[in-house]
């Protein structure tokens, strides 16, 4: 595990300034917005004022909640799948391939629009509520958001460990192996699936910042307590401190990530050399 | 470069589907002969032979085929289509312009990195575009109210807003990209042997980058597509809307109607009704995730020929 | 000690390369005695590393073994099945790859992956892997075993490499060992000791090599037999002395006359005409004798091994050429 500090501030740096200046940008451009009754540590939904502090602290930890629930199941399908895909005769998997691309187009908010509705026409048609398609009072719901959330994340990794696996399967290490004697399924999973892990965790940034986007877009449309709803509704200061609020636990994240993958990519460099 | 773009079956379909919507979405009204204010007209009740009232808007699509109305009674089918040139027209002048400014600043000084601009994309990791985008053109609309702003002038800024986001991650994405062109062993032998920089600019440079911007431009286009679709959930419309009195006057019911007919106005002027009549948002929806797939086939095909260039 | 271990007689192995069916190794026999090294020799493309893989039965997916057979110590391997194969894969034949850089796993320590052998075919128990391949490392010249185990193959150099991969060759104690160009990706400082380790294994174990090379040089020194292969066909075979004193087919002389001999006073390199990479199609590709026109009709024409002297075989177009050259 590297993590250089120094980098990290610098990081750290450009992130706060950057966060700064989109937060006075609208401000400057189109003046002061002047709605008078909002405080600067409050937001308005549907016209109620609320605090921010402390919501912002129990938003967050809900969001997160789902947020890594939800990446969590997305990479763990998308693993299984790609396991069960191998053991698929070829032009199955050709199929497969091309539904993904097909899949992989998809808007976010259609997905989300489409997941809410036919659980609410399953409800209606038979009275089972597969799970609950908004908060309920202060009830938070967590099924059906990280499911939905999961959707996306699990057909890209799905398509990119399908296609890190075609790559990795004709390497000369699987030739090695196989010459050594180790059966397929052996390679598959000690060899083939241990390299994917380590590529994929280069896309760790793409990942996640596609994750982040379509948070809001369910904490929207589900109605959730969540810190995207928050961040959406705030400007200014408020904006300011809960933007960085989200920022600064996973800028260390992306720190620590690119560090490493960065080793990685050397230990490549050095392979190729 | 476009004849191997042609021969690219997937580049080729997605096109087509692209310009016949848009064909279809300009000349609708005499391709189907029926007349364009008939169609797009309020259809708040419907009546049986006798002149009774057996329905009140929004009616379902099994009502009234193919797509049904929405919540004031409009006919979705003609509004999707008659929309479509206006959404389609729309992304792609925000990713032409959002291209055409990054390049240009880019190039100004091909050898910067960009640092100031590298602040604000760190931090637009963190931000969804949507929630940026609602920053800027929720102030602008508070403004526009307070300054009575004309339909013309609120249209270029809220389009200068949207192409002005996506402007600092391309120029970063620029320059990464000609610093590797630059750092080619080619590029380098061209200036051991003595070219003046400018040429190597045009003759190199440019022409490498040209299929990678024909890439990236489609790829925009999506990404502006999206962001309508997020706006309109957020009830940020292009061009602004008026605002509509629905329901009797002891329960007056305020519907914003956008000015431009795009499909996201269309999604985010009945969203909050979702449940009630889910075809009003689903249909337009459906509408957007074609268009981004056919984008996405065209995408495909230029990455098929990316590579076959390479090879 | 004139008992046969690897006997391939009449091999024939096509590819299938866009609805073309090509021939890559067209009739190849070969014999491996026990405690012998053999060379086969030849430049690339010859089909010398397609005859290697046909005996672990690890061709390419579009490859196919289309006739002959394949005995190794008594049983046909071409009539084995996948699991028996599995069996003798690594255990009683081993292969030694030529690229060595991304012939190991990037992600995994060296040291598990030496022993990944030992542990399928539960050779060894589990407790003494590590001790085992500790012992391996020290084997093939490592200094400080227990460093190299916990390293990752990026932080060795290519030699290196190369010698973990032989550590993981012989892991099993294999009778035969398949080396493919094992020096080819090596700094020429290098090769000489990976050869050795080769060899060294060879006779502490009487086991017998196939190493397969276009070094005219790296045969003198470590074969006893030579297998001199062109375009898919064994053109001359011969003990190693007899191949240097009278090499017959005019490919044979090429290569050993491009070899260096600053003794002879040759101050120029000489090379060989290539006429194997004009594009003629697979039938065209055989290494014609100066007296043929390459536009000639013998040229295409079939040919066949002729015994020269005893035990020393050439390929000729027909026995008037025998004469003539041999």
């Known amino acids: 595990m590297n993590f250089s500090f120094h980098s990290y501030l610098k990081r750290l740096r450009s992130t706060v300034i950057g966060i700064l200046i989109i937060s006075v940008l609208p401000a400057l451009f189109f003046g002061i917005n002047t709605k008078l009754e909002q405080k600067v540590w409050q937001y308005s939904i549907n016209g109620i004022m609320y605090d921010v502090f402390p919501d912002v602290f129990d938003r967050y930890m809900y969001s997160m909640t789902i947020f890594f629930s939800a990446l969590l199941t997305g990479l763990l399908a998308a693993l299984v799948l790609t396991f069960i895909t191998t ?33 609410i026409y399953i409800y209606k048609a038979t009275g089972i509520l597969v799970a609950n398609v908004s908060n309920v009072y202060n009830n938070p719901i967590y099924l059906l958001p990280i499911l939905t959330l999961a959707v996306l994340p699990t057909i890209q990794l799905f398509k990119i460990t399908l296609l890190l696996m075609k790559e990795e399967q004709h390497k000369p290490y699987v030739t090695v192996a196989r010459a050594m004697g180790l059966g397929r399924l052996y390679i598959t999973l000690k060899h083939v699936f241990r390299n994917i892990l380590t590529s994929l965790f280069q896309y760790y940034k793409t990942i996640f910042v596609f994750m982040l986007s379509n948070l809001f877009i369910v904490e929207y449309v589900f109605n959730l307590n969540g810190v995207m709803f928050l961040l959406l509704n705030t400007q200014g200061a408020a904006f300011l401190v809960t933007a960085l609020i989200i920022a600064l636990p996973f800028s260390v994240l992306f720190e620590i990530a690119e560090n490493n993958t960065a080793s990685v990519d050397e230990r490549k460099e050095e392979d190729a050399a | 470069m476009i004849i191997k773009l042609m021969k690219q079956p997937q580049f080729v379909i997605g096109m087509l589907f692209i310009a016949c919507l848009l064909i279809f979405s300009f000349y609708w009204p ?55 040139k206006y959404t389609i027209i729309i992304a792609i002048v925000i990713a032409f312009f959002r291209i055409l400014f990054s390049v240009g600043i880019t190039l100004l000084n091909p050898k910067s990195n960009f640092s100031y601009l590298n602040d604000i994309v760190q931090a637009t990791l963190y931000i969804p575009t949507a929630i940026l985008a609602y920053l800027f053109m929720n102030a602008l609309l508070v403004k526009s109210e307070l300054d009575s702003m004309s339909f013309s002038k609120l249209i270029v800024l809220q389009a200068l807003i949207l192409i002005g986001i996506g402007v600092p991650p391309l120029i970063s994405t620029f320059s990464r990209e000609i610093k590797t062109i630059l750092n080619r062993d080619y590029i380098i032998n061209t200036f051991a042997l003595g070219s003046k920089k400018s040429y190597v600019y045009f003759k190199h440079v440019l022409p490498e980058l040209s299929t990678k911007l024909f890439l990236l431009f489609a790829q925009q286009v999506i990404q502006s597509l999206i962001l309508l679709a997020h ?68 995408v495909q095909g230029i990455q098929n020929c990316l590579e076959t260039n390479k090879t | 000690m004139n008992q046969s271990i690897l006997h391939i007689k009449d091999l024939r192995v096509s590819f299938n390369q866009h609805k073309d069916k090509m021939n890559a190794v067209t009739d190849v026999s070969l014999q491996i005695d026990k405690g012998q090294t053999v060379a086969l020799i030849g430049e690339s493309g ?37 699991t028996n194969m599995r069996k003798i894969r690594g255990n009683e034949i081993s292969m030694i790859f030529q690229d060595a850089i991304a012939s190991l796993n990037p992600n995994m320590k060296v040291g598990v992956q030496i022993t990944e052998g030992l542990k399928y075919h539960k050779l060894v128990p589990k407790s003494d892997l590590k001790q085992e391949a500790l012992q391996l490392l020290e084997q093939v010249g490592f200094k400080n075993p227990s460093h190299v185990y916990s390293q990752y193959p990026s932080q060795l150099s290519g030699g290196m490499k190369q010698r973990i991969l032989i550590a993981m060759a012989i892991s099993c104690k294999p009778q035969l060992i398949i080396a493919d160009e094992p020096t080819t990706s090596l700094d020429v400082t290098i090769q000489r000791q990976v050869l050795d380790l080769i060899d060294q294994y060879k ?22 037999w030579v297998y001199v292969m062109l375009g898919g066909h064994i053109v001359e075979s011969a003990d190693v002395f007899t191949i240097f004193k009278n090499p017959v087919h005019p490919y044979t002389k090429a290569l050993i006359g491009s070899i260096p001999n600053p003794e002879n006073g040759q101050e120029r390199l000489k090379s060989i005409k290539d006429y194997t990479f004009e594009n003629v199609g697979y039938e065209g590709r055989r290494f014609a004798p100066e007296t043929y026109s390459y536009e000639s009709k013998a040229f295409n024409a079939p040919s066949s091994l002729f015994e020269v002297e005893p035990l020393h075989y050439v390929r000729f177009f027909n026995e008037r050429e025998v004469i003539s050259l041999g």
């Open chain 2, 231 to 298: 706006l309109g959930v957020l009830t940020i419309f292009i061009g602004g809307s008026r605002t509509l009195m629905l329901g009797d006057f002891l329960d007056p019911m305020p519907y914003n109607i956008p000015l431009a007919g795009e499909w996201a106005g269309i999604i985010g002027m009945s969203f909050s009704k979702l449940q009630a009549a889910p075809w009003v948002i689903l249909t337009p929806l459906s509408f957007f995730a074609i268009t981004i797939f056919a984008l996405n086939l065209m």
């Open chain 3, 203 to 224: 006779t502490d174990r009487d086991a017998s090599v196939l190493l397969i090379t276009h070094d005219f040089g790296v045969v003198a020194e470590y074969a006893d």
């Open chain 1, 87 to 119: 053991l698929l005769p070829k032009f199955l998997q050709r199929v497969i391939y091309g539904v993904l691309t097909l899949l992989e187009s998809l808007p976010d908010l259609f997905i989300v629009v489409v997941l809410q509705v036919s659980v």
């Open chain 3, 46 to 82: 010859s089909g010398k590393s397609i005859t290697s893989l046909s005996v672990l039965k690890l061709l390419p997916s579009n490859g196919k073994i289309e006739k002959g057979t394949i005995t190794f110590n008594g049983k046909d391997l071409i009539q084995q099945s996948e």
């Open chain 2, 30 to 84: 005499s391709l189907l002969d029926v007349n364009k204010k008939e169609s797009l007209k309020l259809l708040d009740f419907l009546y049986d032979k006798d002149g009774k009232v057996i329905g009140a808007a929004p009616f379902p699509p099994s009502e009234i085929p193919p797509f049904g109305t929405d919540l004031a009674g409009k006919q979705l089918f003609y509004q999707v289509i008659d929309g479509a």
